[in-house]
């Protein structure tokens, strides 16, 4: 009885530690070159007049730590700390508070580097990989506590400027629809 | 010679002793220097006549901020009191001064860089006329520092100022009906504009923002009655474009040889090497020469661009007739700090060493404050006003700071406590000048930072700096202050202490009394000789404009600030920016996180009268 309640907590750690591997190894490397496209379906909120109650957020195929760190790289290399800082914003808007004033899930956030957004936001698209905007997604949401904890990045690669995303993840983080059309 | 001496302590001591009884929450430090300076001070250039009005930005060509008015004084400023206000219905930094001309009062918003003329003559100044510019909502996205403006010119009926997306607009100022405008700045590039333009003989100087973005810096003259370019002269590059021709004489041997403004660069850099001159012109009619200052070099971090960066963080003098340059100082050659050269340059007559010498009085974001012989740029003192550790000194010989190695920057390191932070001891927030007391009142902060420089990545219109940054206070020292600088001896005669970075112009008066504002809301006077305070008043929203005085219909002096914080310094406020993240608006919110729970953002301009 007691070998069995041993054989089943270390099958249990094992499969654990598998699932967490397969996880981390699933990594992709820049694929398609081509100019970010706008999924044409792209809602900027939740509300679809007398539609179907809204699905779960759908996992992301990006929500893995390697991922989120290739965005964190990607976010100095693109300039965009330049703007927003590591978080907390500047001639950008905050990333790292809870207000998203052009969504903040995985679809809006891709629109918003791609498209470019009124108020100052440029227009990324055509210039960046789109498996690269797909990780800075995952990297801006990993800012705004948007990430789970085990993927969140816990430490930056340069000196230590901001709270780390991994202290503001939560265990089943929820989105946020755009405030403006 | 002790006697005296000793006795000018004494009475500093007593200053010293009074002001720490009576001032709430200033602190006032009175050094051993007495209060005024003795024996022969400096002067204006020229006489100061007054009409009352308040036509450009400085009040003057000389960049003194100073009224003859003197009905409010230091024994009526007590009895100042609110007599109207407006609110510009706009809620970022609010860093221009009104203009007064004819008993209209025009002022300019930030973006989006609405211009209003309120007429003095009617009860509760009523809104005359409202000019929009529509200037582009893109350009608040490359704006580095807030979406400020730093004021107008009027000149000959009309209007002149910038907006933010990189035009320059002419505007009836009768009627508020737009006569010219000219594209000047692509914001695609990162460019934009904030300065406030200055005219001279009919023609409009304007130049452009962008050090930050890698925008190569321009000044430009423009013809009033037209818009069109009469000459544009290029901070970097070849001679041609920089206006360098045969009547160049710079003081210093380091700046004479040919096209320094390539050969001080690595191949090409100088094209996205910024030195915009986005700051303060001054001009002297007698020599005919237009000054100003150039921005930091692009970008930040320096181990991209071995050499002197020219024409960067210096100031040129040129003729403003053909925009040839006369001579060029570099303040910072190389800086790595983010040391902008742009503060104003006040024209005064300096007594030195037994002579009368034409002047400019500049306290620069280094840290120093220079005295240059205006006519040929030769620096005739330097001193820090400010803890300064980036440098240990000026060489008085060839005129280059002496460098502090171990503030240098290397990539792969990070620079700890460098002295002053990225902000300067001065930003570009206006000093003024008394010739009541020969004294120049400076206001200042107080920061030190930590950076490291990181890979810069030139993408153009977006940010081209290349360095992470976290600001802090000084050690031992409160974050903010106002000095009294003689020119004369180089020296601080006293200072006052703020809790944050007075972010705000000064003005002096006739009456003797200095006026400032500060980021958590008080409007102060103090007396110009002491920097005693002599009255406050809180308005709601922190001050980062600049104050002027003006002689309204009724006769009366008034007194009038902008309440609306903002602009670099007050980032965090007016862009709802994330106190946890200390490199955001590019460090400066390190220093600034408890702003937010002592001021809210809104313009709204507060005029005084006794």
Request: glycine fraction near 12%; proline fraction near 7%.
């Amino acid at each position: 009885m007691k070998n069995a309640a041993l054989l089943a907590r270390i099958l249990l750690i094992v499969t654990g530690t598998t699932l967490t591997a397969c996880k981390r190894e699933a990594r992709r490397f820049i694929g398609d070159a081509h100019a970010a496209a706008l999924p044409s379906s792209l809602r900027m909120g939740e509300l679809v007049a007398g539609g179907p109650s809204p699905p779960a957020p759908p996992r992301r195929e990006e929500d893995n730590a390697y991922d989120v760190n290739q965005g964190q790289q990607l976010f100095e290399r693109f300039n965009c700390a330049g703007c927003h800082g590591h978080g907390g914003g500047g001639m950008g808007s905050a990333l790292m508070d809870s207000k998203w004033i052009y969504g903040s899930a995985p679809d809006n956030v891709f629109a918003t580097i791609v498209e470019g957004r009124p108020n100052g936001m440029p227009s990324f698209g055509g210039k960046i990989p789109v498996q690269q905007v797909r990780q800075l997604v995952a990297y801006v949401r990993s800012l705004g506590g948007l990430a789970r904890f085990d993927v969140a990045p816990s430490r930056p690669d340069s000196m230590q400027l901001a709270t780390p995303p991994s202290m503001s993840a939560a265990d089943h983080p929820t989105e946020q629809a755009a405030e403006h059309p | 010679m002790r006697v005296i001496r000793r006795a000018v302590s004494f009475v500093a001591l007593g200053l010293f002793v009074a002001n720490v009884g009576c001032h709430g929450h200033t602190d006032t430090t009175a050094s051993t220097a007495p209060a005024r300076p003795i024996g022969p001070i400096a002067e204006p250039a020229r006489p100061l006549a007054d009409d009352g009005q308040w036509r450009m930005a400085a009040k003057d060509h000389a960049n003194l901020r100073y009224s003859t008015l003197s009905e409010i004084d230091t024994g009526s400023v007590g009895s100042l009191r609110v007599a109207w206000t407006f609110s510009t219905g706009v809620l970022r930094g609010h860093e221009a001064p009104p203009l007064v001309v004819d008993n209209v009062m025009y002022v300019v918003t930030p973006f989006p860089n609405y211009l209003y003329a309120l007429d003095l003559a009617k009860p509760g100044a009523p809104v005359e006329w409202k000019y929009d510019p529509g200037a582009s909502p893109s350009a608040q996205g490359v704006a580095c520092c807030d979406v400020v403006n730093r004021g107008a010119a009027y000149d000959d009926g009309r209007i002149y100022y910038n907006a933010l997306d990189g035009q320059t607009i002419a505007v009836d100022a009768s009627n508020g009906k737009e006569i010219w405008r000219a594209q000047l700045g692509n914001i695609n590039k990162g460019e934009t504009m904030t300065m406030a333009p200055l005219v001279i003989r009919g023609r409009v100087l304007v130049g452009n923002s962008g050090g930050e973005m890698g925008v190569r810096g321009w000044i430009a003259a423009l013809e009033g009655r037209t818009g069109k370019i009469a000459w544009r002269a290029y901070s970097t590059g070849p001679d041609s474009d920089v206006l360098i021709g045969p009547s160049f004489r710079p003081f210093y041997a380091q700046n004479r040889g040919k096209d320094l403004g390539v050969q001080s660069w690595p191949p090409d850099k100088w094209k996205i090497g910024g030195g915009n001159a986005w700051g303060w012109l001054s001009y002297d009619p007698d020599l005919d020469l237009v000054y100003y200052g150039t921005g930091n070099p692009s970008p930040w971090n320096g181990a991209v661009r071995a050499g002197d960066n020219l024409w960067t963080s210096g100031i040129f003098a040129r003729r403003p007739d053909t925009g040839e340059a006369i001579w060029f100082y570099q303040w910072t050659p190389h800086d790595q700090w983010d040391y902008d050269g742009i503060n104003e340059s006040l024209v005064l007559d300096v007594p030195w060493q037994g002579t009368r010498r034409k002047a400019l009085l500049h306290a620069d974001r280094n840290g120093y404050v220079y005295l240059l012989d205006r006519a040929t740029g030769e620096v005739l003192s330097a001193e820090t006003f400010v803890d300064v550790n980036t440098s240990k000194g000026v060489d008085l010989k060839t005129g280059r700071p002496i460098a502090a190695p171990e503030k240098e920057h290397a990539m792969g390191h990070v620079t700890r406590g460098q002295c002053p932070s990225a902000s300067g001891g001065k930003d570009w927030q206006p000093s003024a000048f008394s010739p009541k007391t020969g004294l120049v009142y400076i206001p200042l902060q107080n920061l030190c930072s930590d950076e490291e420089p990181v890979e810069a990545n030139y993408i153009a219109g977006t940010p081209y700096v290349g360095a992470h940054v976290r600001m802090y206070p000084a050690p031992n020292q409160r974050r903010g202050g106002l000095a009294a600088w003689d020119p004369v001896n180089a020296r601080k005669v006293w200072s006052l202490a703020e809790e944050f970075p007075v972010w705000s112009g000064v003005l002096a008066t006739e009456g003797g009394v200095v006026f400032y504002g500060t980021m958590d809301g008080w409007f102060k006077a103090v007396d110009a000789r002491d920097g005693k305070q002599l009255w406050q008043f809180k308005v709601p929203s922190g001050i980062v404009g600049q104050p002027m005085t003006y002689r309204g219909p009724d006769g009366k002096q008034y007194v009038a600030i902008f309440s609306g914080v903002g602009g670099w310094a007050g980032a965090i406020v007016a862009g709802d920016l994330d106190p946890r993240d200390s490199s955001a608006a590019l460090g400066f919110v390190g220093a600034m996180s408890d702003l937010p729970g002592k001021t809210t953002k809104g313009g709204t301009l507060f005029v005084f009268s006794p």
